[in-house]
């Protein structure tokens, strides 16, 4: 069926090697040709590969509609070019040195990455990926608002985790960076920001965890900025960010 609905509810175990909704080709259940949706409202969802609105018509959506759903991916998950996604605030994606990808050039649709925390494990040899595909603004809040930008992103958990940003599509016009809300990086993890701008409000990063500069920047960004303020908020967060973690520079 080109239109259809699948969703997962209570107890349910959805699992398997590809989960594709809206996309090109497959034999899974949830493959649709034109419109599809997928909607988790609890129990677990767990697959090598995610692929949504990889399709050229229609508007293929994903709706991930409870904080305490399992969903975990271990190798590949694509917002397409026709995808839409939804996300409750709280919402999570496991990846399992996993990469996520964005070849969306509508931010509006993909509006659930606001809500949804991102998280990377799988050991720090087996990194994960994530998309650069925000504008860069600067440091301002608009750059958090419809612009590929992400709730939360951990890096770590039970265990270690590593991920490298990419900017693999080009989604916006001009020069992309990545706007997340908080960054949260456990013990021996590592964030590489391979040389790309990452604004945040919040960040944690654990005295045993490292961070891959690469010529890129973590920029800390506040209500209301201005020049005057921005730079001093910025050097404080830097003394204490330097006074309890451990950053490694690649040129």
């Known amino acids: 069926d080109s239109h259809g609905t699948y969703i997962v509810d ?3 175990h959805v699992s398997g090697d590809q989960l594709l909704i809206g996309a090109t080709g497959g034999t899974n259940m949830a ?19 995610v692929v949504v609105g990889d399709s050229v018509t229609g508007i293929n ?14 190798e590949s998950f694509l917002l397409g070019p026709t995808a ?8 999570t994606i496991r990846m399992t040195g996993a990469n996520f990808a964005i070849q969306s050039r509508q931010p509006e649709e993909l509006h659930g990455l606001n809500h949804l925390t991102v998280q990377f494990e799988g050991g720090n040899t087996a990194a994960g990926s ?19 930008s992400f709730r939360s992103l951990v890096v770590g958990g039970d265990t270690a985790g590593s991920v490298l940003f990419l900017d693999a599509f ?6 992309e960076a990545v706007y997340i809300g908080n960054i949260d990086i456990g013990p021996d993890s590592i964030l590489d920001l391979n040389g790309f701008t ?13 961070v891959v ?11 209301e900025p201005n020049s005057c303020v921005l730079a001093v908020l910025i050097g404080y967060a830097l003394m204490i960010t330097f006074g309890r973690k451990r950053w490694t520079v690649c040129e």
């Open 213 to 223: 500069l690469s010529g890129g920047q973590l920029i800390h960004v506040v209500p």
């Open 130 to 148: 994530l998309e650069v595909g925000g504008q860069d603004f600067g440091p301002i809040l608009e750059g958090f608002h419809d612009n590929f």
């Open 31 to 49: 493959t649709h040709y034109g419109d599809g949706r997928f909607e988790i409202h609890s129990g677990s969802v767990v697959f090598n590969d």
């Open 198 to 210: 990452v604004y945040y409000r919040n960040l944690s990063i654990d005295s045993a965890a490292t």
């Open 61 to 74: 959506e994903l709706l991930i509609l409870n904080p305490e759903a399992n969903v975990e991916i271990y």
């Open 170 to 175: 080009d989604n916006m016009t001009g020069n």
């Open 84 to 91: 839409s996604l939804t996300a409750v605030p709280g919402a």
């Open 10 to 12: 209570g107890a349910a």
